[in-house]
């Protein structure tokens, strides 16, 4: 094992809501117990946004941003093997899954929900402030628990691809544990956004026929590419025109997918449910506000309402599957900035003229 006492690192830092990032030499003692990764790719979350913008309340500066990364091990002070049973050494590109569950509570014991744990927290959005601050992805190095949940990656993985699983692709896998999809059952997923990117994906290897509302040809392209019969531009099509379609073409849809954290996105989704059909809300990250219901189109047509928090590992192992399957078409989504350029990223993700940011350190 690699005697390493002290660390020195560059990462960006959240020290104050809605300013630019700090690049900052940290120089730190490190804890003998800790997990030490370099971090070669991290995933920029449109959840980030929010933070960086003071609108989540989980994320306190000072903090380093980033719940999706991977990397290589440099430091490993313990046994430890992977999900799959893999024993892990330093020198193994590995990723992990981005948050801690107590694993002895009712929510990660008794109903199997790690994701529901009240004492569960992510690296890069609410870490144990005492363990200091390389504890996200926005940096060239992290310290990770022993208790982190790892997948080892082949050498030859396109690590820019592999890390849009972490979150968006890890969220959508478990939105689409919670309905149950039939072959030929139609599903409509309301985001081009990488969530709903990898829920057309997921949706489409279940067997149903997907449809998806979204924005931006390059998105709605890949879409089609990942599986997705209709696309529907929402700037160029109205809510009227979309229903009829839906409603007429495909008499309606069995489950809906929403990753756009907008509440009139689900005011339109409800009203394209079939009977019995389930509506998924997975986009909502942060308190973004409400709707008025129609209850009795609710109980008219016995609609699930079903709220999505997070993932936990084995949505993770279902979203690394599909980019496994397809990386060059993930790699699609994918536009790498050095780190320093954390705030152009977040920026273009903002404006929407990038899918998805990933930061390299390296570069
Ligand atoms: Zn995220
Ligand atoms: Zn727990």
């Known amino acids: 094992m690699m005697e390493l006492s002290r660390l020195k690192a560059r990462a960006m830092v959240?020290?104050?809501?809605?300013?630019?990032?700090?690049l900052r030499e940290l120089e730190v003692e490190l804890p003998p117990d800790a997990i030490v990764v370099e971090i070669l790719a991290a995933g920029v979350c449109g959840?980030?946004?929010?933070?960086?913008?003071?609108?989540?309340?989980?994320?306190?500066?000072?903090?380093?941003?980033?719940?999706?990364?991977?990397?290589?091990?440099?430091?490993?002070?313990?046994?430890?093997?992977?999900?799959?049973?893999?024993?892990?050494?330093?020198?193994?590109?590995?990723?992990?899954?981005?948050?801690?569950?107590?694993?002895?509570?009712?929510?990660?014991?008794?109903?199997?929900?790690?994701?529901?744990?009240?004492?569960?927290?992510?690296?890069?959005?609410?870490?144990?402030?005492?363990?200091?601050l390389?504890?996200?992805?926005?940096?060239?190095h992290i310290l990770l628990r022993q208790e982190t949940e790892f997948f080892k990656l082949q050498a030859d993985?396109?690590?820019?691809?592999?890390?849009?699983?972490?979150?968006?692709?890890?969220?959508?896998?478990?939105?689409?544990?919670?309905?149950?999809?039939?072959?030929?059952q139609t599903v409509l997923v309301q985001d081009s956004g990488p969530l709903g990117l990898f829920a057309v994906a997921l949706a489409a290897g279940r067997g149903a026929r997907v449809l998806l509302i979204?924005?931006?040809?390059r998105r709605l392209e890949l879409a089609k590419k990942l599986g997705a019969e209709q696309v529907f531009d929402h700037r160029?099509?109205?809510?009227?025109?979309?229903?009829q379609i839906i409603l007429g073409d495909f008499a309606g849809v069995d489950a809906v997918v929403e990753g756009t954290g907008r509440p009139n996105a689900v005011a339109e989704?409800?009203?394209?449910?079939?009977?019995?059909?389930?509506?998924?809300?997975?986009?909502?990250?942060?308190?973004?506000?409400?709707?008025e219901l129609d209850c009795y189109l609710l109980a008219r047509r016995q609609i699930r309402l079903q709220g999505v928090?997070?993932?936990?590992?084995?949505?993770?192992?279902?979203?690394?599957?599909?980019?496994?399957?397809?990386?060059?078409?993930?790699?699609?989504?994918?536009?790498?900035?050095?780190?320093?350029?954390?705030?152009?990223?977040?920026?273009?993700?903002e404006k929407r003229q990038i899918i998805k940011a990933v930061l390299r350190p390296q570069l």
């Open 157 to 184: 993985v396109d690590l820019a691809a592999i890390v849009v699983a972490s979150c968006s692709g890890a969220t959508a896998a478990h939105a689409l544990d919670l309905v149950t999809i039939r072959p030929g």
């Open 269 to 291: 989704g409800l009203e394209l449910l079939r009977v019995g059909g389930t509506y998924l809300v997975a986009g909502f990250g942060d308190p973004a506000g409400g709707l």
């Open 134 to 140: 390389l504890q996200g992805g926005y940096a060239t």
């Open 309 to 349: 928090w997070t993932s936990d590992a084995s949505h993770l192992a279902q979203a690394m599957a599909i980019v496994n399957k397809q990386p060059q078409i993930i790699k699609q989504m994918v536009t790498e900035y050095p780190l320093a350029a954390a705030d152009q990223a977040l920026l273009a993700m």
């Open 236 to 243: 160029q099509t109205t809510v009227d025109e979309r229903r």
């Open 214 to 217: 979204g924005s931006g040809q």
């Open 47 to 132: 959840s980030d946004l929010h933070m960086w913008r003071g609108r989540d309340p989980r994320a306190v500066p000072p903090l380093v941003l980033g719940h999706e990364a991977v990397g290589r091990i440099i430091s490993l002070p313990c046994q430890k093997r992977d999900l799959l049973g893999a024993p892990l050494t330093e020198g193994d590109l590995v990723l992990w899954n981005r948050a801690l569950s107590c694993g002895a509570c009712q929510a990660c014991v008794l109903w199997k929900q790690p994701a529901l744990c009240q004492s569960r927290w992510t690296y890069g959005i609410n870490p144990p402030k005492e363990k200091g």
């Open 14 to 22: 959240l020290e104050e809501y809605d300013a630019p990032l700090r």
